[in-house]
């Protein structure tokens, strides 16, 4: 009975939604970022040290360090990594050069003598450019995988495939927006990523509907989609469970880096999971029997 609830599942969904988007709106008039945009797409700088002496490289365990040393001089969004070369990355917020020779000296008094290897710059305008060009990449990529559903379906799948696809946008958007997540282009390849593994995972549900429509021509569309879901369901749960294991793994063992990374993929293979069950069939079923 999962098609007759369909209005139950996109409630859950809409609730989810609205909440991120409220929460996004009320930031917006409290002249706040509606998203936690990172470095990459609000501009900023880029640090590389290493330690002067290769007998005390710089560790991980320096990382808390950096970020003490970070807040103190007035930074509220930075990054900071240290390589398998035990070189440390550190991404920050503009800084000017006496801001940058300050935070270096407050470092070296910290964990000991370094140098500066390298020093960047992205400006505001190269973090819009690449706001916008991550958007159009992802419409892009929707209408690929719109022509490619109506071609190997038909158009009413390629529609609720889309709907379900822009589900999982609007959940992870939602979500990551309520958990502060830094939106950045790792931010966006996992977004993409969670596209094309939904779109799978509908495509099989998708095509198990059609093969089912076939054979039980006399049957209702909504019964032909229940069967097929009650087919596939154990499939798209054992597949999702797995992939959030190894995900799972990487958010633990795969330090601070990927931590956003993994966040955002773990909450698309979850939305994903449901779009392609509870909210793609149920689409497609209103599309052929609108009645």
Request: hydrophobic content about 50%.
């Amino acid at each position: 009975m999962i098609v007759e609830k369909r209005n139950l599942w996109i409630s859950l969904s809409l609730l989810i939604v609205g909440i991120g988007v409220a929460l996004m709106i009320f930031r917006l008039f409290a002249h706040q970022p509606v998203l936690n945009f990172g470095i990459d797409f609000t501009g900023g700088s880029t640090v590389l040290i290493a330690a002067s002496d290769s007998k005390n490289p710089l560790l991980e365990t320096d990382v808390p360090t950096v970020h003490t040393v970070l807040t103190a001089a007035g930074f509220d969004h930075y990054w900071v990594q240290v390589t398998r070369d035990h070189e440390m990355i550190i991404k920050t917020e503009l800084m000017g050069h006496d801001t940058r020779s300050n935070i270096l000296s407050n470092i070296r008094q910290q964990v000991g003598p370094i140098d500066l290897l390298e020093a960047d710059t992205i400006g505001p305008s190269i973090g819009k450019e690449l706001r916008q060009q991550s958007i159009w990449m992802a419409l892009g990529v929707g209408l690929m995988l719109l022509l490619y559903i109506s071609l190997r379906f038909q158009w009413t799948y390629g529609v609720a495939a889309l709907i379900a696809l822009a589900h999982d946008g609007l959940i992870t958007i939602s979500i990551a927006a309520m958990l502060l997540v830094e939106v950045n282009t790792a931010f966006v390849a996992a977004l993409l990523m969670i596209l094309g593994y939904s779109i799978n995972d509908t495509i099989v549900v998708f095509d198990r509907v059609r093969e089912l429509a076939n054979n039980y021509e006399d049957q209702p569309m909504a019964a032909v989609a229940n069967l097929a879901i009650r087919q596939t369901i154990r499939r798209s749960i054992y597949t999702s469970v797995t992939t959030a294991l190894v995900v799972g793994a990487l958010l633990i063992f795969g330090g601070v880096t990927l931590k956003g990374f993994c966040i955002v993929l773990l909450i698309g293979i979850v939305s994903g999971t449901y779009s392609s069950i509870f909210i793609a069939s149920p689409i497609l079923v209103g599309l052929r029997s609108p009645r």
